[in-house]
């Protein structure tokens, strides 16, 4: 039973050219015992180097990584009990599958043979592979070659699974049955487990808690519902959700947030959380924008259908406010609503689903 603890986590690359780089800027999480956490944020936000960091990969250059009571950042790789899943899943191509999952434990373990054959066998079973463990990587399909380095994470038992983009490699349908799989098998072994990926979707549904990063900062580590519905800040806001959040940029007087396209009336409780604050962001959902027939209530605006993007249940609306491309917004509406092209309509941005920033510091005010 072991938390895994980042604690003020730092990387500093030093390049000839580019001179000091911060990969990783004090970095702190507590990741609980048999928690699943995804890290997301944009490339070169430091994910891999995190993640690598935990691994021994990559020597720290200051902070403290520990496993329960354990500093772990000065131990060697093999020493730590943690095991990484690559996306490339580096596989030994003349070695069998029982072969390849095997090794590790032979070089690192004083496992009997017997006792090596069993954990292979368990976790072939597991990952249903028993019936090609006698096959090379280069006769298996993608999705299997993944399921045996899977297979070599899970022989060595590890308090931690380490995976990045484990799934990049597979096609969209695979990934999507993978990554229901990987989440049973997470839960079914209750093991510790960072997870790094670009896809959304993949954090949304399969993390306890995201990490997001970005400039090696943390910006926010919370649950997948907290970070959509409470983001810290205008990063966090942008980059969860799809289509991301519309922005409008306003400057506040008295009650009022006065914005290039219109007026927003705000409520005395939401007057009182943004204190003496002026310069503050709107932020609204795309799914929370209605699209209304007539502007009839005070927080109604006419708008112009730009776009609509059908996608089945739901359609994508584009539109704008006069036709101009900096007043351009987002509706996400049921695939139902019947909307066109240059129609004229009205939008709705419901004072309980908007979301406030600070626009100088970024962050959330409500
Ligand atoms: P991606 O999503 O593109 O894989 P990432 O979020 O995993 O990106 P990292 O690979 O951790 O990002 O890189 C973080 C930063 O550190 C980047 O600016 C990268 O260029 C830099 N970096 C990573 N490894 C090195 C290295 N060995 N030497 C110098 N700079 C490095």
Redesign the pocket.
Known sequence: MANLTLDDVT?V???DDEGE?V??DEVSVDIQDGEFLCVV??????????L?MIAGLEDITSGEIRLGNDIINDQPPAQRNVAMVFQSYALYPHMTVRENMAFGLEQSTKLSDDEIDERVTDATQLLGIHDLIDRKPGELSGGQQQRVALGRAIVRDPEVFLMD?PLANLDAKLRSEMRTELQHLQEDLDVTTVY?T?DQTEAMTMSDRIAI?ND?RLQQAATPLECYHEPNNLFVAGFIGEPSMNFFEADRRGSTLVTDHFEYELSERTVDELGDRTDVTLGVRPEDVEVVETASGRHDYDAVVDVVEPRGNENTVHLTFDGSEESHFIATVDGMRDVEGGERVAVRFPEEAIHVFDSRSGEAVR
Not at 41 to 50: E, F, L, R, V, Y
Request: one cysteine or more; charged letters at 20%.
């Open positions: 990387k690359f030093h390049d780089i990969a990783v944020g944009p490339s070169g936000c430091g994910k891999s180097t995190t690598r983009e790094v670009h990063l090696g």
